[in-house]
């Protein structure tokens, strides 16, 4: 009988491969935020360390340390320089607090204690549609939970400057703020995206508007201090409630894919009764891509499922939420951040 032609292995097979590799990012996550918390790229800004002299100013055990960072080095995060003796690469220069762009906070936000238990709680949000981080709280709401726990409402703060930061530039270049003249930043935070598009348009006036303790943080972080304050002011407002009048555009960025669609529009319908007839309100939010084409927004909106109980949204949805709240939806500004400006101008008040 002639044999059988000998069968591929479907260890061979690239598919699995790829599915392996996807497999092994929970790891390699962990390990970078590790790195991270440890602030082992810090320690390393000066040269080439031993793993020896790392441990110690991290006070960790020095042989599970340099397991972990032989591992990071096999994906080019570190490398080993020599025999336990380890140095930065580009990649983990971007782990370091003092670079510009640095990825520190975010991996440190990622890793705590308010965002990673939610993720392993995920199949309850996938067989009900709420978010697995009140479950994972033992109940509580993401904001009420940052606010009993300081700690992690200011590792959250670094982590939306540390991205705000990289991505408000671009933001503030891509789409012309300054045509308004005048511009309330709702729900802006820490003001590093009033303060990047304040740099871009120098003859626009701000006012960034939120909570009495989001403000607070703010004047203490001073991104709009300096020469930014002869053009800003800060106002309290609970967008919930009411928005500030006064100002002719208003720009909300990662704010409605928090909510619902009940509770965005009671948010926009607020933004509503402040922009005037020839003003403007700017949605700064991800884009969506096509059918199977990869995008930030894709894992933006799964992590609003898991975390909020938002969601992103098309511009389709963008201009049912804005025609609910007596906007219409006038054109879509995408940047090369991922992210987009959805302009809409008033229509009649509802």
Known sequence: MPAHPPQPSPAANPALQELQRIGDGLLLHQC?????????????AGGATSVAELAGRASVNEDALYRVLRMLSSKGIF????????????SSNFLRADVPGSLRPMFIFRGSQFIYPSFGEILHSVKTGE???????????DFEYLRRNPEEGRIFDDAMSAM??????????????????????VGGGNGILLASILKAHPQLRGVLADLPHV??????????????????????????????????????????????????????????????????????????????????????????????????RTPEEYGELFSRAGFRLNRVVPTPVGMAVFEARPAQLP
């Not at 970078?32 to 390393?44: E, H, N, P, Q, S």
């Not at 705000?164 to 309330?184: H, K, M, N």
């Not at 006064?246 to 922009?275: F, P």
């Open 32 to 44: 970078v935020y590790a790195a991270a918390k440890l602030g082992i790229a810090d320690l390393l």
């Open 79 to 90: 490398e080993e320089a020599a025999p336990r003796v380890f140095r930065n690469t580009e």
């Open 131 to 141: 978010p697995a981080s009140v479950k994972a709280h033992g109940g509580t709401d």
């Open 164 to 185: 705000s930061s990289v991505i408000g530039p671009v933001v503030a270049a891509t789409y012309d703020f300054g045509q308004w003249g005048s511009l309330t930043d």
């Open 215 to 312: 403000l607070e943080r703010a004047r203490r972080r001073g991104f709009l201090s300096g020469e930014l304050a002869e053009r800003a002011q800060m106002i309290e407002c609970d967008f919930f409630r009411a928005v500030p009048a006064g100002t002719r555009a208003y720009v909300m960025k990662s704010i409605i894919h928090d909510w619902d669609d009940e509770k965005a529009r009671q948010i926009l319908s607020n933004c509503r009764r402040a922009v005037p007839a020839d003003g403007a309100l700017l949605l700064v939010e991800w884009g969506l891509s096509g059918a199977n084409e990869p995008s930030p927004g894709k894992f933006a909106d799964v992590t609003m499922l898991i975390m909020t109980g938002g969601k992103e």
